[in-house]
């Protein structure tokens, strides 16, 4: 069974200073990794798709990159305005009754104070 | 463009009832997925639809069924409803197994 594990729980930062979110996952074989931002009872907002070991994608001030057994999001140079909670999901490349699900982990929840 | 839409926004049941949530996904896409989020944790699958039928079916009790209608549009109905089935239930569209761009989501609290 797919499984994705998100580290820390939560994470306090000062404006402007970087850190990194970890997600650790398993599963049989992968299709892709996502990465989500979600506000306070909202959607989860798509950021990132990352699909073979050692990609990188890049938006604004957050970077993800990928290795075979886990992803990092690296948040460079935060603002107030970057908190929010972040989920990592996994697609799994079988078919049947896991036709296109993504498998979340409990997410990391981001506060940059100015 | 639209994003995709649910509806309601808020609902409150009591236990025993039966509830129908909605989703419109965004223009084109034809894969329709429902999740359910209880607080603190991370949305868990509960069913996928492409094309007007399930692709995908999560590890939800039978109370729990959905369909999808020749405009892509979907319903997730729950019966019997119990305290446990609050949650924020949240419906995603895609073009097949792509990325997913999820709905702002409908919370349903059973009293």
């Known amino acids: 069974e797919d499984q994705v594990t998100q580290s820390p729980e939560a994470l306090r930062l000062q404006e402007g200073e970087s850190s990194s979110l970890n997600c650790s996952y398993t599963v049989s074989g992968l299709r892709g990794l996502f990465w989500y931002r979600q506000d306070p009872g909202k959607g989860p907002e798509f950021l990132f798709t990352l699909y073979s070991a050692g990609e990188e994608k890049e938006k604004e001030r957050l970077k993800a990159t990928l290795t075979k057994k886990e992803s990092f999001l690296h948040i460079t140079a935060p603002k107030p305005e970057d908190s929010a909670t972040y989920l990592c999901?996994?697609?799994?490349?079988?078919?049947?009754?896991?036709?296109?699900?993504?498998?979340f982990g409990q997410g990391t929840i981001l506060t940059v104070h100015p | 463009d639209a994003g995709v839409t649910q509806s309601p926004t808020h609902l409150i049941k009591t236990r025993g009832q039966h509830v129908t949530l909605r989703c419109s996904p965004i223009s084109g896409h034809k894969s329709v997925s429902w999740y359910q989020q209880v607080l603190g944790q991370g949305p868990q699958f509960i069913f996928q639809y492409y094309e007007k039928e399930e692709r995908g079916r999560g590890n939800f009790p039978d109370r729990f069924s959905a369909r999808q209608f020749p405009n892509y549009s979907s319903e997730l109905n729950v019966n019997a409803l119990l305290l446990g089935d609050s949650a924020l239930y949240l419906c995603a569209s895609s073009l097949a197994r792509n990325e997913q761009f999820f709905g702002p989501g409908t919370r349903l609290t059973v009293l």
């Open positions: 999901a996994v697609q799994n490349n079988a078919g049947g009754t896991s036709y296109g699900k993504l498998t």
